[in-house]
């Protein structure tokens, strides 16, 4: 018999949250419970924020027993945050959420995701007219009170670690 162990090396990515989506109202789920979250890297020499991947808030954080989808939406609940319209300091890409976030009133989470690839600009992280960037698998791993928006990794350095996987 052979016996094999698969290991599965992630990137950790710090991310603006830019956007939401709301999970519809289901069987064990409240009505506009925020279920996806919408992040983006910063591009500091244009000052803009770009889309990379979408990520799922609906897991618990093993720090507070919460999911982080009930934490961010409690820090949220601030007036000002959240916006009916795009912001003009990030790009989408064709990806558009339900509700917008003000990138200078946002926070950052720590994403770990199993690695970074070109997608035919669903997002808007690098783009050139025909590919970007985009994180594959995804998922939230803490939330950085300890940085700020214009801290988050920038594009720079996602398509230097896209550079280090294709090596």
Not at 54 to 82: C, M, Q, W
Not at 85 to 107: H, N
Not at 147 to 159: G, H, S
Request: aromatic share 10%; hydrophobic share 35%.
């Amino acid at each position: 018999k052979t016996h094999w162990i698969k290991l599965k090396r992630f990137e950790t990515l710090d991310l603006a949250l830019v956007g939401f989506y709301r999970t519809p109202a289901g069987k064990n789920t409240p009505a506009q419970k925020f279920g996806k979250a919408l992040v983006a890297a910063y591009e500091p020499k244009r000052a803009m924020f770009q889309t990379i991947g979408i990520v799922n808030l609906v897991r618990n954080n093993p720090l507070t027993n919460l999911t982080y989808s009930d934490e961010i939406a409690e820090r949220f609940k601030s007036h000002g945050k959240l916006l009916r319209a795009p912001s003009p300091l990030v790009e989408y890409g064709k990806q558009q959420p339900d509700l917008y976030i003000d990138p200078k009133k946002t926070i950052v989470l720590e994403i770990r995701a199993m690695n970074i690839e070109f997608s035919a600009n669903m997002y808007a992280c690098g783009s050139d007219g025909k590919r970007a960037y985009s994180m594959r698998i995804g998922y939230v791993k803490h939330i950085r009170a300890d940085k700020n928006p214009f801290q988050a990794t920038t594009t720079e350095q996602i398509a230097w670690m896209h550079d280090l996987q294709s090596k």
